[in-house]
């Protein structure tokens, strides 16, 4: 079964980091881009960063440039976002994405909250 | 303010057929193909549409998509309840380096 699964959410205090991590199987994990999208609560979706098949290419949404990094390890089919100097409006469930013709496979989600 | 714009709320009755618009620029909609999502309450998105009218393997044929120009659009034939749903337009913007959403639609089957 082709499968994506999200960790590493949870409570983090403003300016504080959060490393994700998202998890693959079912599919060659090093053929495909890979991205991470956003969802506040109660908003819409947006995207936040992706990834190259070989990490060599790397594009982020302007509000997180500078503080998230994406990165992937194909050896473990393991996808990354390194959250660095977080900030209220950061807080969302973040999902990991497939892109296949676009986002074709969707993992469930984790939350991540940030609060003092 | 999202860059590709939805209407915020559509509706309709079982059985009836309704559209929601996504409107772009020619940097998005304009110079690549749109993807169509659907979110039920309390889950993941789902793909529902991509390369402006192809359906993924499971999707049902009364859901269609379609693009003009800088604007795309996507029908539901013969409304169901269980389509009722958020709706996100989404598509790669050359001037940003990046994906973009729609703001999404909130979809209400009466």
């Known amino acids: 079964e082709v499968q994506l699964v999200e960790s590493g959410g949870g409570l983090v205090q403003p300016g504080g980091s959060l490393r994700l991590s998202c998890v693959a199987s079912g599919f060659t994990f090093s053929n495909y881009w890979m991205t991470w999208v956003r969802q506040a609560p109660g908003k819409g979706l947006e995207w936040v960063a992706n990834v190259k098949q070989d990490g060599s290419e790397k594009n982020y949404v302007d509000s997180v440039k500078g503080r998230f990094t994406i990165s992937r390890d194909n050896a473990k089919n393991l996808l990354f976002l390194q959250m660095n100097s977080l900030r209220a409006e950061d807080t969302a469930v973040y999902y990991c994405?497939?892109?296949?013709?676009?986002?074709?496979?969707w993992g469930q989600g984790t939350m991540v909250t940030v609060s003092s | 303010q999202s860059v590709l714009t939805q209407p915020p709320s559509a509706s309709g009755t079982p059985g009836q057929r309704v559209t929601i618009s996504c409107s772009g620029s020619s940097s998005n909609i304009g110079s690549h193909t749109v993807n169509w999502f659907q979110q039920l309450p309390g889950t993941a998105p789902k793909l529902l549409i991509y390369s402006n009218n192809q359906r993924p393997s499971g999707v049902p044929d009364r859901f269609s998509g379609s693009k003009s120009g800088t604007s795309a659009s996507l029908a539901i034939s013969g409304l169901q309840s269980e389509d009722e749903a958020d709706y996100y337009c989404a598509a790669w913007d050359d001037s940003l380096s990046g994906w973009v959403f729609g703001g999404g639609t909130k979809l209400t089957v009466l």
């Open positions: 994405a497939r892109e296949g013709h676009t986002f074709d496979i």
